[in-house]
């Protein structure tokens, strides 16, 4: 006998998956069954992460979506319901992150990083909001980040960015929560990504980084998604609210 977790006649939107952790996670909502809006404001690479669920024979389409523009937001939403016919999962995954210190940024490169980051997450749950209030089921699952924990120095911005993101998730649960809502959010650790190539060359590489891991590694984007899926599925109905973070031990927050 086992148990599986899985997400049969579920529709899930996951933002910023054309690659990275976000792509990772759409494949895997595909295999357990859901169906999937891959959201990019990278058109090529959503079309092309959709291609790769539709090969394996899952059911997905990809939308061009900057997540800090609110009617992007609005028409991904839109898109998913005309298609697909309800949406059920809502994963707030696109951010952008200068890795810089703070000295040495600019307003346009701070204003950036938090229109993505906070802005984004707040545009597109908006957006979701009424289809999942309407059907009283929802499953929202933020990014979050350990630098949003405990502040990470070259990451200032990005660590108030999803400091935001960790309170909004856990205002947000309290308001949706009767309408069987559920939001959390999870921080990962360093995870090998095309997006954190040069945070993990300007901390000193991956071995160094390891070795402050009582896993000594840094994550592959599938030890985050599995996290994300778990939060996404009836696996996780009565937890709401909370951050979890998925970082090899580095951080351990009561
Ligand atoms: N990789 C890590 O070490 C790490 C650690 C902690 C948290 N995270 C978080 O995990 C998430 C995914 O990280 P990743 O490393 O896979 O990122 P990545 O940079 O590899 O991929 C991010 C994706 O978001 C898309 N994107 C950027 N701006 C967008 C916009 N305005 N609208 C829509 N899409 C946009 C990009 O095109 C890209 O496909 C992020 O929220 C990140 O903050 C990552």
Redesign the pocket.
Known sequence: MSIEINLNGRVAIV?????????ETAQLFARAGARVVI????EA?AHAAAEQIRAFGGDAFGAR????NADDARALAQAALEKFGRIDILV??????TTKLFKDMTPEEYDANL???LY?TLNVSRAVLDAMTEQKYGRIVN?????GRIGEPYLTV?SAA?AGVAGFTKALAKEVGRYNITVNGI??????????RD?IESAGGEEKIAKAYPLRR??Q?ID?ANVILFLASDMSAYMTGQIFSASGGYTTIG
């Open positions: 933002t910023g998956a054309g690659r990275g952790i976000g792509c959201a990019d404001i990278d690479s979506t900057d997540v800090t707030n995954n696109a951010a952008r992150w229109r993505v980051t984004g990014l979050i980040s350990d630098a990005y999803k921080a990962p650790g360093v995870t090998h990504t095309p997006g954190s945070f840094l994550a984007p985050i």
